[in-house]
C-alpha cells in the first residue's frame, strides 16, 4: 500500500535553532501533502497544505514565515520550524492522499522538543 | 464545510466485550468518511473508510463501520474487545477531490481491560 516516510522521527534542539523535517511519498506521486500539529492527548490541527510547484495555504493562525513548508517534487514535502521555541514543541505529522477517493496515508510524525 | 463529533473522549470496555466508538458528521457535500488509529508516538493507521455503495463497512483488525445517512452517523463497532486494540480513535471526513481536507473529530481513548 501507499507508504509516507517522515524523518526524523525525534529531534530534540535548542531555543533559536531550525529544525527540518522531511516527508517522502514512496509508492506514489503526492501532489498535495498536508502537515498537521498534535498536542498531548488533542486532535490533529491542520497547519497548511502543500502544492507541488506552487506555495503552501496555510490555515489561520500559523505563522508563515515560522513554519516554511516547501513542496520540491511530487515524492518530497518538508516542513522548517524556524527560530524554534519552547512552545513549538509538539507532534508534527504529515500525509497524503494517494488518490481522490482514499483515505489519506499518514507518516509516523516528528516527535519535536526545543530546550 | 464539513465537521465531526465524536461522543466520548473515553470508552472502557473489558476485553472480549462489544466496541463501539460513536462518530457524527456534517457535510455540505456526499461525505467520504474515515476511521484512524493512533498508537502513543505514531502516526494514523487507516482502519476503515466509507466512499459510495455498502454502507456497511469491514477493516483490519476486525472493525466495521456503518454509514446512516439519516443519523448522520458512521459509528465503529467490534465485536469482541482484545487488550491491542487499547489506542486513540480518530472519525475523519472529506469532501470530494484529491486536495480536499480531512476534518478530524477530537477523538476517542479506547481502553481495554482485563
Known amino acids: 500500500g501507499a507508504v509516507v516516510s517522515q524523518h526524523p522521527s525525534r529531534v530534540i534542539c535548542k531555543s533559536g535553532t531550525s529544525v527540518k523535517i522531511e516527508c517522502r511519498s514512496l509508492?506514489?506521486?503526492?501532489?498535495?501533502m498536508f502537515w498537521y500539529r498534535q498536542f498531548p492527548k488533542q486532535s490533529l490541527m491542520l497547519m497548511a497544505t502543500s502544492n507541488e510547484g506552487s506555495k503552501a495555504t496555510y490555515e489561520q493562525g500559523v505563522e508563515k514565515d515560522k513554519f516554511l513548508i516547501n513542496h520540491a517534487s511530487l515524492t518530497l514535502s518538508t516542513l522548517t520550524v524556524t527560530s524554534a521555541h519552547p512552545e513549538d514543541s509538539s507532534f508534527y505529522i504529515c500525509s497524503a492522499p494517494p488518490g481522490p477517493s482514499d483515505g489519506y496515508t499518514f507518516g509516523s510524525g516528528t516527535r519535536l522538543t526545543v530546550v | 464545510a464539513q465537521s465531526v463529533t465524536q461522543l466520548g473522549s473515553h470508552v472502557s470496555v473489558s476485553e472480549g466485550a462489544l466496541v463501539l466508538l460513536r462518530c457524527n458528521y456534517s457535510?455540505?457535500?456526499?461525505?467520504?468518511l474515515f476511521w484512524y488509529v493512533q498508537y502513543p508516538n505514531q502516526g494514523l493507521q487507516l482502519l476503515l473508510k466509507y466512499t459510495t455503495g455498502a454502507t456497511l463497512v469491514k477493516g483490519i483488525n476486525g472493525f466495521e463501520a456503518e454509514f446512516k445517512k439519516s443519523e448522520t452517523s458512521f459509528h465503529l463497532t467490534k465485536p469482541s474487545a482484545h487488550m491491542s486494540d487499547a489506542a486513540e480513535y480518530f472519525c475523519a471526513v472529506r469532501g470530494g477531490g484529491t486536495a480536499s481536507k480531512l476534518t478530524f473529530g477530537t477523538g476517542t481513548r479506547l481502553q481495554v481491560m482485563l
Open positions: 509508492d506514489f506521486q503526492a501532489t498535495t
Open positions: 457535510s455540505s457535500v456526499p461525505p467520504y
